[in-house]
Nanobody, 120 residues
Framework: QVQLVESGGGLVQPGGSLRLSCAAS????????MGWFRQAPGKQRELVAS???????NYADSVKGRFTISRDNAKNTVYLQMNSLTPEDTAVYYC??????????????WGQGTQVTVSS
């Protein structure tokens, strides 16, 4: 089982930027597709970005052009660069292994996540 630890969240103003990190351990990281999910209170968890072992990326329409997912296999880490943040981006952000591009199912265990709050 891959253990996942998210970090990098915080409080930012609208239009600001954050970079999230997800450190993985306990299994072979480099062969897995990885994704970033978010969940706001009272809303369903959604997949916002994913990246395959070969570096192919996919983004939800709501973040396309603003967020960039990347990975460093030597460090067993996946990143999410978030720019032009809006209050609608406020959520707890998690990383996990999506089973398919829809993000409806995951193959790993959930970590604690990291809180992102966008407010004036």
């Amino acid at each position: 089982q891959v253990q996942l630890v998210e970090s990098g969240g915080g409080l930012v103003q609208p239009g600001g930027s954050l970079r999230l990190s997800c450190a993985a351990s306990g299994s072979i990281f480099s062969i897995y597709t990885m994704g970033w999910f978010r969940q706001a209170p009272g809303k369903q968890r959604e997949l916002v970005a994913s990246i395959t072992s070969g570096g192919n990326t996919n983004y939800a329409d709501s973040v396309k052009g603003r967020f960039t997912i990347s990975r460093d296999n030597a460090k067993n880490t996946v990143y999410l660069q978030m720019n032009s943040l809006t209050p609608e981006d406020t959520a707890v952000y998690y990383c996990n292994r999506p089973s398919d591009p829809s993000g409806r199912f995951v193959l790993g265990s959930w970590g604690q996540g990291t809180q992102v709050t966008v407010s004036s």
